[in-house]
T-cell receptor
Framework: KNQVEQSPQSLIILEGKNCTLQ??????????LRWYKQDTGRGPVSLTI?????NTKSNGRYTATLDADTKQSSLHITASQLSDSASYIC????????????FGSGTRLQVQP | DTAVSQTPKYLVTQMGNDKSIKCEQN?????MYWYKQDSKKFLKIMFS???????INETVPNRFSPKSPDKAHLNLHINSLELGDSAVYFC?????????????FGPGTRLTVT
């Protein structure tokens, strides 16, 4: 069964600090992995998409890594800001054509001043 | 301009009623989706349409019926609402099939069934 597990469930950090969120998956055959940011009361917004051949991708202060061998991904946030407070969702796609997006339950990040 | 829009943003109704949520995208995308996000924040796909053809239909009660009058619209009609239907419903769209293309989400519709 395809699964995506994220850790930690929640995280509190001080403004300016760095943090790393984890995503482990068992989706097969692997197509791509995405990280989404979801602000409270809003829809998810895509941060990065990585395919099998990519092991790192950045979007501003967000850097995602992918290890397809161990089926792990991480999202690193540098110099956190209050606006980074949100849920971060890992989504893995299987190479089956029409379907199979498996969502993680998300990590709730709170950045405090 | 709003890329993916949903109406209404909030919907409060009683058990047994029938309600609809509308979704429109102006991105020119071929594929649209409905997701349900429960209280634990898990996003679950319900339906997906590609060029007005239903391509994903997860295990969703028959009370839920999607309608796609054209590629830019995907509406969700819910009959005989139940307490367990209370959730946030998100519409999304993508340029092509879901495993290959980035999805753009609407702002969500918070449905409360009393």
């Amino acid at each position: 069964k395809n699964q995506v597990e994220q850790s930690p469930q929640s995280l509190i950090i001080l403004e300016g600090k760095n943090c790393t969120l984890q995503c482990n998956y068992t989706v097969s055959p692997f197509s791509n992995l995405r990280w989404y940011k979801q602000d409270t009361g809003r829809g998810p917004v895509s941060l990065t998409i990585m395919t099998f051949s990519e092991n790192t991708k950045s979007n501003g202060r967000y850097t995602a890594t992918l290890d397809a061998d161990t089926k792990q991904s991480s999202l690193h946030i540098t110099a956190s800001q209050l606006s980074d407070s949100a849920s971060y969702i890992c989504v893995v796609s299987a190479r089956t054509g029409r379907r199979a997006l498996t969502f993680g339950s998300g990590t709730r990040l709170q950045v405090q001043p | 301009d709003t890329a993916v829009s949903q109406t209404p943003k909030y919907l409060v109704t009683q058990m047994g009623n029938d309600k609809s949520i509308k979704c429109e995208q102006n991105l020119g995308h071929d594929t649209m989706y409905w997701y349900k996000q429960d209280s634990k924040k898990f996003l679950k796909i319900m339906f997906s349409y590609n060029n007005k053809e239903l391509i994903i239909n997860e295990t969703v009660p028959n009370r839920f019926s999607p309608k796609s009058p054209d590629k830019a619209h995907l509406n969700l009609h819910i009959n005989s609402l139940e307490l367990g239907d209370s959730a946030v419903y998100f519409c999304a769209s993508s340029q092509g099939l879901p495993d290959s293309y980035e999805q753009y989400f609407g702002p969500g519709t918070r449905l409360t069934v009393t």
